[in-house]
């Protein structure tokens, strides 16, 4: 069986170096921010260029926490995508304010800058872009929108780690980006972890407060905060994990090339890459009408295969409170009919993806 993500593979490539993390942080009992902390941040900082990198308990947390520190709650609308995980939903309705659907561009999936204007109100206070499958936003546009309108830009890059936009990282064009370390994403812990960028000091200095009670010192409270800290173990895993994630982004990248190569021609949409260094492939999504047959034809082969995602956040029972209906946003709603993501790791092997590729080819054949 071909998995869709191999973490065990992954694991046995680090064993020793992750081992060893592990039972420093065991011998110095560092559970709770302290010095592993501090040395993943200053790290992750560094990677991305990010003035500031604050370590928290999860993506989810980090788009809650960048909102709360921006003043961005109760009675506020947030303009977002509706093709994305639920968290980007969840995360605005945490810190109480409302999330608000723009369409999507059906060639790279994410939100449609072109339609983002008509759905600004006086109450809308930020545009929130996934770079989703791990490509970049169209930032320049939505960047532009965001000057002329006086609104906050939040780029959920859960999925994006070391994706660049315009020569810089993604996260930083914005006010602020988030981060999901959830085992799957590309640099993943061995457990919940995430994490904000901004190149702005007040509302940094605003997370590291949120997320630890907010204090700033042991017993004073500033303000109301949160307990959604990053742990030692999670960050020392992760700064042996960091080291290797530019050879795993090119290995993500090699494994895109030989797809597009191996499926062209055939009768699907491969995935649009509007430049090289902006796209990080947490996947690789294909395009077909025959999207459940295909998946179900690769099974038969082994082969394992994600959607991404098959029901619209507008169209989700927990979102209904929104009053949204089937037709609202059809670009997305196609997608959710039509995308299927294809095995994308460092540890595919060569031979394993030849067989997929094989067994794509095959099905439009048969
Ligand atoms: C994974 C993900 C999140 C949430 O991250 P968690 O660490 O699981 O909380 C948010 N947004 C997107 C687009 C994601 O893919």
Known sequence: MIPFVDLKAQYQTIRTEVNHAIQRVLDNTSFIMGDEVVAFETAFAEVTGAPHAIGVASGTTAIHLILDALGVGRGDEVITTPHTFIATAEAIRHAGATPVFVDIDPQTYNIDPTKIESAITERTKAIMPVHLYGQAADLSSIVAIAKKHNLFVIEDA?????????????????????????????????GDAGAVITHRDDIAEKVRMLRNHGRREKYVHETHGYGERLDGLQAAILGVKLAYLAEWTTARQEIAQRYRDGLAGLPLLLPKEVSAEGHVYHLFVIKTDRRDALKAFLKEKDISSGVHYPLPLH???????????????????????????????PELRVEQQQHIIHSVGAFFDG
């Open 158 to 190: 859960a999925q994006a780690h070391l994706a660049q936009y315009d020569g810089q990282h993604v996260g930083l064009l914005g006010d602020a980006g988030t981060f999901s370390f959830y085992p799957g994403k590309n640099l993943g812990a061995y």
């Open 315 to 345: 169209l989700q029972p927990a979102l209904s409170y929104l009053g949204h209906q089937a037709g609202d946003f059809p670009v997305c709603e196609d997608a959710a009919k039509t995308v299927l993501s294809l095995p994308v790791y």
